[in-house]
């Protein structure tokens, strides 16, 4: 995909680059620890059979991620 959108959009398989987040308080400092600060890489690898939660790569690690929090992350393809 080009241009901006949120993570919870991105197709398995596919990567991107995180550009902000949204949200704020513990969540935006929950995923900042986790590693979703500008400029990393995300890799979607597997969503659920329901398509919630989603497993993502990011720094060497892999992370589920409800779809109500990866709303919150924006990104670029």
Known sequence: MKGT???SGLREGEDCRVCRLLCRGRLRNRLSDLGFIPGVRVVCLKKSFSGDPVAYKI?????ALRNSDADDIIVSG
């Open 5 to 7: 959108y949120r993570l």
């Open 59 to 63: 720094c060497g690690t892999v992370i």
